[in-house]
């Protein structure tokens, strides 16, 4: 039961984070420049690895 409810707060906080960048992104065009800065991060993932 635990674990289930774990999943789906999970879920509801991974819905709600995409709901906010999808409606900031319009609005704010800050939040393109954090997309910038997560995919230089994506190559350093790959390289820890």
């Known amino acids: 039961m635990v674990a289930i409810i774990g ?3 999970v879920a509801l906080l991974l819905a709600v ?3 906010v960048r999808g409606t900031v992104k319009p609005h704010v065009p800050a ?3 954090t997309k910038g ?3 230089p991060e994506d190559p350093r993932a ?3 690895n």
Request: aromatic share 20%.
């Open 7 to 9: 999943l789906v707060f």
């Open 17 to 19: 984070l995409f709901f």
């Open 31 to 33: 939040a393109q420049p």
């Open 37 to 39: 800065d997560t995919r």
């Open 46 to 48: 790959t390289g820890l």
